[in-house]
């Protein structure tokens, strides 16, 4: 016998607060489903949705000698759990890729660093959210970001204080709203015992704006200050460099921070960490690979740091899967498939910059207000009413993801030759909606 039950009533029977306020069909998901019924119906759609970056014919990018690689991976790499904290080998690849080769000096002149492997980057926002902060503080934001933050921002049981992601100031840096920055901090860590800042640069997603390194020392300037002036308030700058390899400056923050401790002294209550994550880098996006980097003077805190890190992981995920770590390994142990692999990342960040220079030229011949676009996968054009644009956009067949306070382009996903076509599309649709 089938009885009609009430979805209300059984959400409340069976599911606390907590989990009744979650909703959410993934709006970039929603619109790229939306791409491919238009191209299944013959359309000449233009695909600026996804967050994947795909070669001028459409087909996902993928770096060869990762899959090969992938491919000759030994039964125990395939089948065997890695250790709870990541192989050593690859915790140590970890640090490597994610700051880059100035980590031997940064070691030089007294900073310790440690790695946890995640289940890709997101994994380390998760275990810094998780284990940095307790339960009811808040997280400081720039107030652009992966919506994912703001997810796990709850998950983790935070709340977020937000800065500008633009200064709007003539003076000063126009990257850096230090001023709200620093009166930021300064509450923050007036009234919680700790600050965890994330900040994703270079490549920003979903804007494409990177810092320069003025920009960078402002930032690193305002954290120390920060621990400088609450020396029992713990100082946590977390740097998710998601798509650092496909900006200029993959590795500018490691040479901001060198620049800097060469000369002064790194307060005890500061810490950096970096996100680091083979998704875009590896192409290894569904792999789930990544790592939470540590840099501290104390090698003993860091090690420290890794043991809470790998209980909070064993808690919650167990372990980060192994064949992805034993992969990058064996990749960048071999000088010649590293090069190989640096070749095909070269070529790939080469799709995306001439892809970025036609369309920042075609947007700029208009006076639409496309955020600074430097490097990584994405453009954004800020506007009141996203959807509409994005519907305009879709009319004359180019998907875009509406998010919030404007629509994200995915660069990563229109193919050269169609560039053209989409920054007309997006110039009508501004017309058409805006004015
Ligand atoms: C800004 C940002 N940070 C981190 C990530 C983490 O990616 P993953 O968990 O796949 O490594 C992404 C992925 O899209 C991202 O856009």
């Known amino acids: 016998m089938v009885i009609s039950m009430d979805l209300g009533h059984l959400e409340n029977t069976f599911l606390p607060i907590e989990s009744r306020i979650k909703t ?58 890695a250790p709870l904290a990541g192989l050593p080998q690859f915790k140590r690849l970890a640090a490597e890729l994610a700051v880059g080769p100035r980590l031997a000096s940064l070691n030089d002149i007294g900073l310790h660093s440690g790695a946890v492997a995640t289940p890709g980057g997101t994994g380390a926002l998760y275990l810094s959210a998780r284990t940095m902060l307790a339960v009811g503080d808040s997280i400081l934001f720039r107030s652009s970001r992966w919506s994912p933050y703001d997810t796990l921002a709850s998950e983790c049981g935070l709340t977020i204080s937000e800065w500008p992601i633009l200064s709007n100031i003539e003076e000063g840096h ?8 620093e009166e930021e901090l300064g509450k923050l860590a007036k009234s919680q015992e700790r600050v965890l800042a994330w900040l994703n640069d270079p490549a920003h997603n979903p804007t494409g704006l990177s810092l320069d390194s003025a920009g960078r020392e402002l930032i690193l300037d305002a954290f120390i200050d920060c621990a400088i002036s609450n020396p029992n308030v713990g100082v946590t700058l977390f740097l998710d460099t998601a798509y650092a390899v496909y900006a200029d400056e993959p590795y ?19 810490l950096i960490c970096w996100g680091f994550s083979a998704s875009k880098s590896h192409t290894i996006y569904g792999m789930r690979c990544g790592a939470i980097v540590f840099l501290h003077p104390s090698e003993d805190y860091v090690n420290r740091l890794g043991e809470v890190c790998a209980v909070t992981g064993r808690g919650t995920w167990s372990l980060a899967p192994r064949l992805p770590q034993s992969t990058l390994v064996d990749i960048h142990n071999d000088e010649l498939l590293a090069s190989s692999w640096g070749d095909e990342k070269g070529r790939l960040k080469k799709l995306l910059s001439e892809r970025r220079s036609l369309f920042n030229k075609k947007m700029a011949e208009s006076e639409i207000p496309l955020m600074p676009s430097d490097d990584g996968y994405f453009a954004f054009i800020p506007c009141d009413d996203p959807v509409s644009l994005a519907e305009k956009a879709a009319e004359s067949h180019l998907y875009v993801v509406p998010l919030k306070g404007g629509i994200r382009i995915g660069l990563c996903s229109i193919g050269f030759d169609n560039i053209v076509r989409a920054t007309d599309i997006l110039k009508e649709s501004w017309v058409s909606v805006v004015g």
């Open 252 to 270: 500018g923050w490691s040479e901001t921070i060198h620049q800097k401790f060469s000369w002064a002294n790194w307060p005890e209550n500061l």
């Open 174 to 181: 126009p990257k850096v709203a230090l001023n709200v920055l």
């Open 24 to 81: 959410g069909s993934d709006v970039i998901f929603a619109w790229y489903g939306r791409y491919q019924q238009a191209k299944a119906l013959g359309e000449p759609a233009i695909n600026g949705t996804v967050g994947s970056l795909l070669e001028d014919d459409g087909t996902l990018a993928v770096n060869k000698v990762v899959m090969d690689t992938i491919r000759g991976q030994s039964d125990l790499n395939l089948s065997a759990y």
